[in-house]
């Protein structure tokens, strides 16, 4: 299937609306959860996922669910509060000097890295993503 078809697809599995109810918001999150369930994404499932976390942000930003920081900024916080180091990430960032980097912000979190950390931390990925692309 072609990129473009298998995006259609997804689409119409699932049409992403505005989220407008706590049952559009389940709605949305268990087809993020699908999604964060599979081994692999493809592009084209990665970009649908970046879509659905952006209306989740959208929604829970208006109720103040989303806390004030974001990305990696999260990530930092997220690490001290429950007393993790680096090596706690190896299995999301493959080596310890990604994580680094991540925090350093000499890289930028994927959206492997974002799936990754929203089920290693039981959190919306939407909070992962940097505050500047959503």
């Given at each position: 299937m ?33 999604l ?39 990530l930092?916080?997220?690490l001290?509060?429950?007393?993790l ?50």
């Amino acid at each position: 299937m072609d990129s473009k078809k298998e995006y259609i697809e997804l689409l119409k599995q699932f049409p992403p609306r505005p989220i407008k109810s706590e049952e559009d918001l389940e709605a949305t999150q268990a087809m993020v959860n699908y999604l964060l369930d599979k081994p692999k994404l493809t592009e084209e499932e990665s970009d649908y996922l970046d879509v659905l976390g952006m209306l989740i942000y959208d929604y829970e930003k208006d109720l103040d669910i989303v806390p004030d920081i974001y990305g990696v900024e999260l990530l930092k916080v997220l690490l001290e509060e429950r007393n993790l180091k680096q090596k706690d990430l190896v299995s999301i960032f493959k080596t310890e000097s990604i994580v680094s980097d991540i925090l350093n912000e000499k890289r930028q979190l994927t959206t492997r890295h974002i799936q990754e950390l929203a089920k290693f931390f039981n959190l919306s990925p939407a909070v992962f993503f940097p505050r500047s692309s959503v």
